[in-house]
């Protein structure tokens, strides 16, 4: 607690000082450029690795970045449609990450017999599991099968996302891009989901990540 303590006060000595137009002009309003759903993992930061500051990202976190479908009214779903109607965001990002403790609990359930809640909220990637467990028979154990884990439920959560009736609404109209981004905690890139090829590819070379033509359920190359 000393050093969150020390460090608001080099916030509000320092920082909140030489940005306090910035500042003002958030006291009025905010105007988010996208939705970012993530991880709640402590080593996952999305200002950071986007270098965007406060007011640009308009932030969901939870364990293993999950979008209860819709009919959970949860504050995923609040929030997910708050952003849409009421903040006109047209872009929403999940972004999994390496080495998810989320995911690994997925497929290795026992870990968490003692986290009844825990184990009630990764029901959620339940359509994950099923994925893997169905079209991944070959892949190794270890870190190869949780890269593969992570980057199949952030597709999996980006069709849970479909079915928010706001989503869906403004899917419709060509209003709303939906992104898949994975981020590598260890050497800090973001891979993107290309649909053209299927894959998950370098950002760069992703054309922006647009999820809104991946699938649930296809087996990818790896």
Request: glycine share 10%.
């Amino acid at each position: 607690m000393r050093q969150l303590i020390e460090g608001i006060h080099r916030f509000q000595s320092g920082v909140f000082g030489q940005q306090r137009d910035l500042f003002a002009r958030l006291a009025q309003k905010q105007e988010p450029d996208a939705l970012f759903i993530t991880c709640s993992d402590s080593r996952v930061e999305p200002n950071l690795m986007t270098q965007t500051k406060p007011g640009d990202l308009f932030i969901l976190r939870n364990a293993g970045n999950l979008v209860p479908a819709w009919g959970t009214y949860s504050g995923e779903a609040a929030t997910i449609e708050y952003a849409i109607e009421a903040l006109g965001i047209e872009d929403i990002i999940v972004c999994g990450h390496t080495h998810c403790g989320a995911m690994a609990a997925l497929m290795h359930p026992e870990k968490v017999q003692s986290l009844p809640a825990v184990s009630r909220w990764l029901e959620h990637a339940e359509g994950t599991r099923r994925v893997i467990r169905e079209n991944y028979g070959t892949v190794a154990a270890g870190a190869e099968l949780l890269e593969t884990i992570v980057e199949e439920n952030v597709l999996a959560q980006i069709e849970n996302l479909r079915t928010h009736p706001s989503v869906m609404s403004r899917l419709s109209k060509g209003k709303l891009t939906l992104h898949a981004w994975v981020y590598d905690i260890e050497d800090g890139n973001v891979h993107a989901f290309s649909p053209a090829e299927g894959q998950f590819k370098p950002i760069a070379e992703a054309g922006h990540g647009h999820a809104d033509k991946s699938r649930l359920g296809g087996k990818r190359e790896i």
